[in-house]
């Protein structure tokens, strides 16, 4: 396998480089292990090893056999690139096209192989450039950078403590309509009322919402906040 260039990459290369890049960023850029690439594309992780190995030998990943995988310089400039082209896609799908935030995953993973540069940059150009998508990730600029996050999971947060929801990180369809019915979106506003490890549930008291709402323990830990503006 030859080196790649960001025009010269196959969908496929794409789709495991950026698959990385959005786990190195759990894991602060160490070791991504193989078998949560493989979970994650649903591939045999035999599959994976066979390509890890030829993206080694294309200088875009560096690969430790038994240990797991980490992005070249690269294998994350393409890695960006990609990940780019798939979130200002979302954004236009929900903001523009007025698809659901549940639904635009899905299309964003097919559109993001298929659509040009110059059409990228447009959208950039009539979405304002957004700094985030529609989840709350947020969207490299068109020079590949992309910006650091400081946020911790809403299970780890004190009682009586007020957040805003900033990012949610499991895209999932069925899990994204969970959350919209229980008004849990990105910039909401919400205080953790109470904790209960035994029924591994939180109660959430929600801006704009009359009654409290319990929440799994595991379905708060896919819940990224940063700490609420003080009341004026």
């Known amino acids: 396998m030859k080196k790649t260039s960001v025009g010269a990459a196959t969908s496929t290369v794409e789709d495991y480089l950026k698959c990385i890049l959005v786990r190195e960023q759990r894991v602060d850029r160490g070791l991504?292990?193989?078998g949560e690439i493989a979970g994650a594309l649903d591939v045999a992780p035999g599959t994976v090893t066979a390509m890890m190995k030829a993206l080694a030998e294309s200088s875009l990943v560096t690969y430790e056999p038994y240990s797991?995988?980490?992005l070249t310089e690269s294998?994350?400039?393409l890695a960006t690139h990609v990940l780019r082209r798939h979130r200002l896609v979302e954004q236009f799908l929900v903001e523009v096209m007025g698809l659901d935030w549940s639904e635009v995953h899905a299309e964003a993973e097919r559109l993001e192989h298929a659509v040009s540069d110059r059409l990228i940059e447009r959208i950039d150009e009539m979405l304002g450039r957004p700094s985030v998508d529609p989840h709350g990730d947020p969207i490299p600029d068109a020079h590949g950078v992309l910006p650091e996050q400081d946020l911790t999971s809403l299970?780890?947060?004190a009682i009586g403590e007020r957040v805003r929801i900033?990012?949610?990180r499991d895209q999932s369809a069925e899990f994204l309509r969970h959350?919209?019915?229980?008004g849990l979106m990105p910039g909401v506003e919400v205080?953790?009322?109470d904790r209960n490890d035994a029924a591994?549930?939180?109660e959430l008291d929600i801006a704009g919402r009359e009654a409290p709402l319990s929440l799994g323990l595991r379905a708060g830990a896919k819940i990224l906040v940063a700490a609420a503006a003080p009341n004026p």
């Open 179 to 182: 959350l919209d019915r229980g």
């Open 155 to 157: 299970v780890t947060c």
């Open 166 to 168: 900033v990012r949610i």
């Open 75 to 77: 294998g994350r400039a």
């Open 32 to 34: 991504v292990p193989m």
């Open 191 to 193: 205080r953790v009322v």
């Open 68 to 70: 797991g995988v980490r």
């Open 200 to 202: 591994d549930t939180l």
